[in-house]
């Protein structure tokens, strides 16, 4: 290690009172040379007095050395070791003043050659002038040609330096004093706005309050309208299927040949009056099968159910509807083993009422009906090349009586019910029916269910 880096910039004796004075004043001018800022140079002289003072009043004194350390490592420090005269007692050395310690950045006892030394340390700025060998030479020269003050140049410095420190605190003081102003002011400004805030959200609460209120009365309205909606549908419907019964058993007696012949004008009639009955007694069962599955008198008949053998039957006996040339109904089998927890009478509605759709409103191409076991669902989905729904129809077609406009296959022939009465039986089931459509690309309705039923 260079030698010109480690010798000391400045020795000095500590013996009696008066060389306190001298050690902070020699202390501020090796402050002042290695480019300690003013703030810097104030603290490590007053904590070098007070440690000064101690080991005066202690162990007689000290020998002090002032060094620039950790140049080499591009970290220099303003160091200062006190190498007491005698050793310490049993309980060590603990400054008097407890504020020595926060005025330099490190304060410690350090064994060297037998020695406890009182070491201290400030940090000197990375702006400083740089310590090189020939600059620490220079400072060496300049120290030792220095002459220190008297004491009472020293006491007048101390004092100037008191008034610059008392000065600076009363400003201070004064800033602190305006700070508390204003956060009295702005605490103030928050507790009105507070309070401001209070009273305008228990006014929203009791607004709220009073609107919880009015909705619970609303919805006790619609349930009961719901329910007498329902009564009154299912009463009507009831007592509308004998006579439109009735209506049909005539018409098909008076188109019998056994009866009295009728000639052609009077067949066609018959036959309209048939078929308008028929219509209109498909009509009167549909409203009778949503009224039952609004008022939740539908119970499922929860059994083991074959998928195969429900496809197989709407396969039979769907064919038959399928009468246009150009579309065919295509019904997959379902892959093995494909059972599910769930009703078969209801499952069947459901899948029956799709296909039925599918092949009413589609003019030429395919219905078909195929299903998927995803995660442990089932996955039915019913799709047709029809004219497609626009998507922001996609859930109206679920509302009752609706229709889609423009339908140009069985326009004017279905009632609006066949697919809420299909999707109220999915949630029985445990399920769920969406719809995924687009114009001119036709439409899939895929039936969601559990394996083990609801």
């Known amino acids: 290690m260079n030698s010109?880096?480690?010798a000391p910039l400045l020795q000095m004796t500590l013996r009696a009172e008066p060389d306190i004075f001298v050690l902070r004043q020699r202390g501020r001018e090796v402050a002042t040379a290695v480019g300690l800022e003013y703030q810097d140079q104030i603290r490590i002289a007053t904590a070098l007095s007070e440690v000064a003072r101690d080991l005066v009043r202690a162990v007689g004194g000290a020998d002090v050395a002032f060094r620039a350390a950790g140049v080499e490592e591009g970290s220099p420090v303003l160091r200062v070791d006190l190498a007491p005269l005698r050793p310490f007692g049993p309980a060590g050395y603990e400054p008097t003043s407890g504020a020595v310690a926060r005025l330099v950045d490190t304060l410690d006892l350090t064994p060297v050659g037998g020695v406890t030394v009182i070491r201290m340390?400030?940090?000197i700025p990375a702006h400083a002038e740089a310590l090189t060998p020939q600059r620490l030479a220079e400072l060496r020269a300049q120290l030792a040609q220095s002459a220190p003050a008297s004491v009472l140049d020293e006491l007048t410095s101390q004092n100037e330096q008191l008034i610059a420190a008392?000065?600076?605190?009363r400003s201070q003081r004064d800033e602190l004093a305006v700070l508390n102003e204003e956060l009295?002011?702005?605490n103030r400004g928050v507790l009105a706005l507070y309070n401001q805030l209070s009273e305008e959200l228990e006014e929203t609460n009791r607004g709220v309050v009073a609107l919880y209120a009015e909705l619970d009365e609303k919805s006790a309205q619609l349930k009961a309208a719901s329910e007498s909606k329902s009564r009154f549908l299912a009463n009507v419907s009831h007592e509308l299927r004998a006579p439109?019964?009735?209506?049909?058993?005539?018409?098909?007696?008076?188109a019998d040949s056994a009866s009295d012949p009728l000639?052609?004008?009077?067949?066609?009639?018959?036959?309209?009056i048939r078929s308008s009955a028929t219509d209109l007694l498909a009509l009167v069962n549909d409203l009778l099968d949503l009224a039952k599955a609004e008022s939740g008198r539908i119970e499922p008949d929860w059994t083991e159910v074959d998928l195969r053998v429900v496809f197989g039957q709407l396969r039979g006996t769907l064919r038959a509807l399928a009468t246009r040339p150009g579309v065919d109904l295509v019904v997959e089998e379902p892959p093995s083993p494909a059972t599910l927890r769930s009703d078969e009478t209801l499952l069947t509605r459901v899948l029956r009422n799709l296909l039925h759709n599918g092949l009413k409103f589609t003019e030429a191409g395919e219905v078909r009906m195929r299903a998927d076991l995803v995660?442990?669902?089932w996955r039915i989905v019913v799709s047709d090349t029809g004219a497609g729904i626009a998507p922001d129809l996609h859930e109206r077609i679920f509302e009752e009586f609706y229709q889609v406009p423009g339908s140009t296959s069985g326009a004017g022939t279905g009632t609006g019910l066949g697919l809420p009465y299909a999707r109220r039986l999915a949630m029985l089931l445990g399920g769920s029916l969406s719809v995924t459509s687009e114009p001119g690309r036709g439409s899939a309705?895929?039936?969601?269910?559990?394996?083990?039923?609801a």
């Not at 309705?445 to 039923?453: I, K």
């Open 263 to 272: 000639t052609g004008e009077q067949a066609r009639q018959v036959g309209l």
């Open 244 to 254: 439109v019964t009735a209506v049909i058993g005539l018409a098909r007696l008076l």
């Open 184 to 186: 009295q002011e702005t």
């Open 121 to 123: 340390s400030r940090r």
């Open 445 to 453: 309705f895929t039936l969601d269910l559990p394996v083990d039923g």
């Open 166 to 169: 008392l000065d600076e605190v």
């Open 4 to 6: 010109s880096l480690t």
């Open 375 to 377: 995660d442990g669902r």
